[in-house]
């Protein structure tokens, strides 16, 4: 980049000033040097037991995953553990190359030793980078060859759109993932290590004197939650996969392309507790029904739902409809994504039908907030009180 701003501001050269030819360099550089990819809201909330999908947003959308990644680092050394390859207190060796990884890191010297109960610990509350190049050189000599192994295991439980190019996830244009393969790798995390699994609700580690706390904050703000790991680069936005349980169900959430880390928490609260609502996720899943009227909760007793929503257009097909939807969930995800998309058929003369996008199930301030959030984007946008639906027999 130094030499190109030198070739660019030379008197006279490309027939511009040296001041001018250092305006266009200094506006149309971020274009040239731009990373890749930039971040874009996703999410998804399973039922860890049936693995049934609850709410979906964008969740085959590809994104980075940020630290996320370590979550499969953690998986594969969990297998080495299952396998007795290693076991807790097996010292990992510390390489040159692994000191020279960026924050966040522990500090580690070159040939120091860290055992496999430090480095999990570390990768769970501090998210270590340089802790995951060590996992990663350990396993498999080097970390080419590790994210090789990353995307092997990933295909085999089902993480059909991930690809891994290092055990940390930093920013690289080839390491990409979905919110559908993260519930994934979470849900087989649980699955496949429940004993392992533990760690993940650890809320601080100690190490040479200085105390981490899990980056996780739900951990002590959101009730049930273990678990189980945060992830942010500036193309990624700030990433989070969530575990809790409560009354005997546990629930998966998982969020991309978040706006700060406190928004994200919030989000991932409010998804989780309209995931614990829900009696029969299953029926309402298959239907495709708005959630309106009165749900069960899971302890029988009736609570009124949101009796709000939105429209944001109207359309001669089904497709554009869907899709300015999930536009609006995409431009609005705080406030919406607690919603449902839901296409409405409008009969009209001559036996055709309007297609009207909604997102449907929310709050009447929300419902006024997006609307206005949309419009300031030129996106047309009406709030709709809904009808309550009479109790039959």
Known sequence: MAAALKNLTRQKRFGCSRLLCLLVFVFISPILFAHPGSAKYASIVIDSKSGRILHSVNADTLNYPASLTKMMTLYLLFKALKEKRLSLDSNLRVSARATRQ???????????????????????????NDVATVIAESLASNERNFALLMTARARQIGMRRTTFRNASGLSHRGQLSTARDMSTLARRLLLDFPHYYQFFATRGFTYGGVRHRNHNKLLT????????????????????????QRNGRRLIGVIFGGRSSKA????????LNKGFRLNAPARLA???????GSLLTAGGSRQSYPQWGIQIGAYKRFSPAYEIARKAVEKAPILLAQGTIKVVPLRQSKGKSLYLGRVLGISKTQAYKACRILRQQKINCMELRMKKKRAVG
């Open 264 to 271: 994200r928490n919030h989000l991932m609260a409010n998804l």
């Open 286 to 292: 298959s239907t495709g029904q708005s959630q309106q």
């Open 221 to 244: 703000t959101y009730q049930g939650a273990d678990g189980i790991k945060t992830g942010y680069i500036r193309a990624s936005g700030y990433n989070l996969v969530a575990s809790a």
């Open 102 to 128: 960026p924050a966040s890191r522990l500090g580690l010297r070159k040939d120091q030793a860290i055992t496999v109960r430090q480095a999990i610990l570390a990768i769970v509350t501090k998210s270590a």
